[in-house]
């Protein structure tokens, strides 16, 4: 991460698909003085993302792309992504899985979120997962992206308690809530060590 190195904010692209509380949390995060980050996109593959509304109250550049009809669309990903002059990916709820060569062209530089301890529960439905297999703990983990799905490198974990009265809604609250705390400390600690 050394290049990351410097003075000035690192411009930073959210990916989203949906709702964007952590692109809401994240934005509230690089605004703070001492966060290493600023948003200056962010990219959807879903054109109803709420996160997008966020993104248009807040006057950040955003891109909407459609990954099934688009073959193209890393490549103009990436062209914005150069324009912007974008050196850090946060990708929060993005629900696509991007090719190898997105990955390598942005090595060590993309961290994602996810809403299980990793390397336990990889992939979608975490929490009904969760709450089937009885487990007494789940949690979130943000990670560096590898371009093997939910296996990078571990930044942080927090772990949640899993009470039996736990529902799906109950349970992804409580670790969303977490997540909103986590996300923020993860990338303070990366920007720490450069
Ligand atoms: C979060 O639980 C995140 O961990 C997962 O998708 C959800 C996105 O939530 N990958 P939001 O769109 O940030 O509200």
Same mark, same amino acid.
């Given at each position: 991460?050394?290049? =990351?190195?410097?003075?000035?904010? /690192? ?5 989203? #698909?949906?709702?964007? #509380? ?7 995060? +690089?605004? *703070?003085?001492? #966060? %290493? /980050? ?5 990219? #959807?593959?879903?054109?109803?993302? &709420? ?22 669309? @890393?490549?103009?990903? !990436?062209?914005? *992504? ?15 899985? !991007?090719?190898?060569?997105?990955? &390598? ?9 996810? %809403?299980?301890? =990793?390397?336990?529960?990889?992939? =979608? ?5 969760? =709450? @089937? ?17 939910? +296996?990078?490198?571990? /930044? ?11 529902? *799906? ?6 670790? !969303? ?6 996300? %923020? ?10």
């Amino acid at each position: 991460m050394n290049k =990351l190195i410097g003075p000035k904010k /690192i411009d930073t692209a959210i990916f989203i #698909s949906g709702k964007g #509380s952590n692109l809401k949390n994240l934005y509230k995060f +690089s605004k *703070l003085k001492i #966060s %290493p /980050i600023n948003i200056s996109l962010v990219i #959807s593959n879903n054109r109803n993302a &709420k996160g997008l509304l966020f993104a248009k109250s807040k006057k950040i550049e955003k891109k909407v792309y459609n990954f099934k009809q688009d073959k193209n669309c @890393e490549k103009k990903i !990436l062209n914005d *992504l150069k324009k912007k002059k974008i050196n850090f990916i946060c990708l929060a709820g993005f629900m696509k899985i !991007l090719s190898k060569e997105f990955i &390598k062209k942005f090595n060590g530089k993309i961290i994602n979120i996810h %809403p299980s301890l =990793l390397p336990k529960y990889k992939g =979608l439905n975490t929490h009904k997962r969760v =709450l @089937e297999n009885q487990e007494k703990f789940s949690g979130c983990t943000v990670h560096f992206v590898s371009s093997k799905l939910d +296996s990078g490198k571990i /930044i942080l974990q927090k772990k949640v308690r899993v009470f039996k009265k736990d529902s *799906l809604v109950s349970l992804s609250k409580k670790i !969303l809530k977490q997540e909103h705390i986590l996300y %923020p400390k993860a990338i303070n600690k990366i920007f720490s060590k450069c």
